[in-house]
T-cell receptor
Framework: DVKVTQSSRYLVKRTGEKVFLECVQD?????MFWYRQDPGLGLRLIYF???????EKGDIPEGYSVSREKKERFSLILESASTNQTSMYLC???????????????FGPGTRLTVL | SQQGEEDPQALSIQEGENATMNCSYK?????LQWYRQNSGRGLVHLIL?????REKHSGRLRVTLDTSKKSSSLLITASRAADTASYFC?????????????FGRGTQLTVWP
C-alpha cells in the first residue's frame, strides 16, 4: 500500500517563526503536492513538484516555498508564519498522468497548523 | 476555474437510506474522480470514471457521468453510520501534463444510526 506520512499531526507556532512541514512517500511517485484546506474553501493547491528539484506554483503560493531534494520527500516552508496561515495542510503524491488520465492522488493524514 | 462544485454542501440521512451527491464542472474532461475524507484526516480515493463511461460501480457506490451536462453523481446505497464523511469530486487541470487535479468544496454527509 502507498503510504504518505507527514511529520506532525498538530503544530502550534508563533507569528514570524519559520515553519517546516515535511512529507514523505514510499511509492517512488514522481508528483508530490501540498494543499491547504479551510472550511468552506475546499482544497487549494499551494505548490507541487513533478521531479526532484522541480516545482510549480499552485493557486495560492504566496507566503510559502517548497523544497524537493529527494524524490520521496517534499517540504513546505512558511518563511514567516502569519495567523492567516492557520489551516489544515495536506500532502499528496501520485505517478502523474497515466494514459492521459491523472493518477489517483494518495494523501497523508494532514497537519493542523495553528499560528498564534 | 475548472473546479468541480458539489451539491448539496451538506446532507443528513438515516442509516439504510441512499445518499446522492452531485458534482458539476465547467470544461471538458477525460475523467472525474471521487474522494472521501473522514473528519480530520487525509482524502482517500474512491472511484475514477472516464469520459467514455456513463456509469461505474464499486461495492455500494455508483457513479455516473454525463459529459453533455458536465455533471457527475455519487450514489451510496444502504448507507451506514461509518459513511459519515466529506465527499469530493476532482477533475483534471485542463492542459496540464502533470497529473494535477482540481478539487471541489465537498459534500458533508452525516448518516444517523
Amino acid at each position: 500500500d502507498v503510504k504518505v506520512t507527514q511529520s506532525s499531526r498538530y503544530l502550534v507556532k508563533r507569528t514570524g517563526e519559520k515553519v517546516f512541514l515535511e512529507c514523505v512517500q514510499d511509492m517512488d511517485h514522481e508528483n508530490m503536492f501540498w494543499y491547504r484546506q479551510d472550511p468552506g474553501l475546499g482544497l487549494r493547491l499551494i505548490y507541487f513538484s513533478y521531479d526532484v528539484k522541480m516545482k510549480e506554483k499552485g493557486d495560492i503560493p504566496e507566503g510559502y516555498s517548497v523544497s524537493r531534494e529527494k524524490k520521496e520527500r517534499f517540504s513546505l516552508i512558511l518563511e514567516s508564519a502569519s495567523t492567516n496561515q492557520t489551516s489544515m495542510y495536506l500532502c499528496a503524491s501520485n505517478r502523474g498522468l497515466l494514459a492521459g488520465v491523472p493518477d489517483t492522488q494518495y494523501f497523508g493524514p494532514g497537519t493542523r497548523l495553528t499560528v498564534l | 476555474s475548472q473546479q468541480g462544485e458539489e451539491d448539496p454542501q451538506a446532507l443528513s440521512i438515516q442509516e439504510g437510506e441512499n445518499a446522492t451527491m452531485n458534482c458539476s464542472y465547467k470544461t471538458s474532461i477525460n475523467n472525474l474522480q471521487w474522494y472521501r475524507q473522514n473528519s480530520g484526516r487525509g482524502l482517500v480515493h474512491l472511484i475514477l470514471i472516464r469520459s467514455n463511461e456513463r456509469e461505474k460501480h464499486s461495492g455500494r457506490l455508483r457513479v455516473t457521468l454525463d459529459t453533455s451536462k458536465k455533471s457527475s453523481s455519487l450514489l451510496i446505497t444502504a448507507s451506514r453510520a461509518a459513511d459519515t464523511a466529506s465527499y469530493f469530486c476532482a477533475t483534471p487541470a485542463g492542459g496540464s501534463t502533470l497529473g494535477r487535479l482540481y478539487f471541489g468544496r465537498g459534500t458533508q454527509l452525516t448518516v444517523w444510526p
